[in-house]
């Protein structure tokens, strides 16, 4: 049974570093597409960008400058680092793992349990 | 980036009801889209993936069709259990997308 189990520190003031790493249990990192994915209120769920066994990453492009995913296969986790939080980065964090697809990743088929990440003075 | 809309944004349905969510892409996506189930306080859970494709696991009673643009999930029963929110998803092309979720309630 493939489990994710994530963690990272929850609250931030703005300007800091978040940083969150997700541990894989069950599963091989090989073929899929490990992903980070947020969620607010405001604007629902949002795709924070993956990687993938190669060390290949996709990011979304309104975070791209300020993201770096990473992986360890050695301590089966990956991680997520977003630089320079602001308030608009209080979200629920998710990491998933996607599902193989012709371009790239697909459907999320395992996700972590969540971390609420709050970014305040 | 691909916009996904959901319709409707919540509804309210008495156990037993047939229940249909549609979730339109701004552009075409061919079947590269997915399901989801939340409940409150947990992460989200895949129900169908390739546009009507049930994952391992899922009810019966949830189907799904579309293709292109135009899709719909359907619960033919519903149950006390689906009373939740749910999120359509296109891995067509990135940025990967998700919908703004319908919350099914109780009538």
């Known amino acids: 049974q493939v489990q994710l189990q994530q963690w990272g520190a929850g609250l931030l003031k703005p300007s800091e570093t978040l940083s969150l790493t997700c541990g894989v249990s069950g599963a091989s990192f090989n073929g899929y597409y490990w992903t980070w994915i947020r969620q607010t209120p405001g604007k629902g769920l949002e795709w924070i960008g993956e990687?993938?066994?190669?060390?290949?990453?996709d990011y979304t492009p309104s975070l791209n400058s300020r993201i770096t995913i990473s992986l360890d296969t050695s301590k089966n986790q990956f991680s997520l680092k977003l630089t320079s939080v602001t308030a608009a980065d209080t979200a629920v964090y998710y990491c998933a793992r996607g599902l193989p697809n012709w371009g790239g990743g697909g459907a999320f088929d395992v996700w972590g349990q969540g971390t609420m990440v709050t970014v305040s003075p | 980036a691909i916009r996904m809309t959901q319709s409707p944004s919540s509804l309210s349905a008495s156990t037993g009801d047939r229940v249909t969510i549609t979730c339109r892409a701004s552009q075409g996506i061919a079947r590269y889209l997915a399901w989801y189930q939340q409940k409150p306080g947990k992460a989200p859970e895949l129900l169908i993936y390739?546009?009507?494709t049930l994952q391992n696991g899922v009810p019966s009673r949830f189907s799904a069709s579309g293709s292109g643009t135009d899709f719909t999930l359907t619960i033919s029963r519903l149950q006390s259990e689906d009373f939740a929110t749910y999120y359509c998803h296109q891995y067509y092309r990135y940025p990967l997308t998700f919908g703004g979720g319908t919350k099914v309630e109780i009538k």
């Open positions: 990687i993938e066994h190669s060390g290949t990453t």
């Open positions: 390739s546009a009507s």
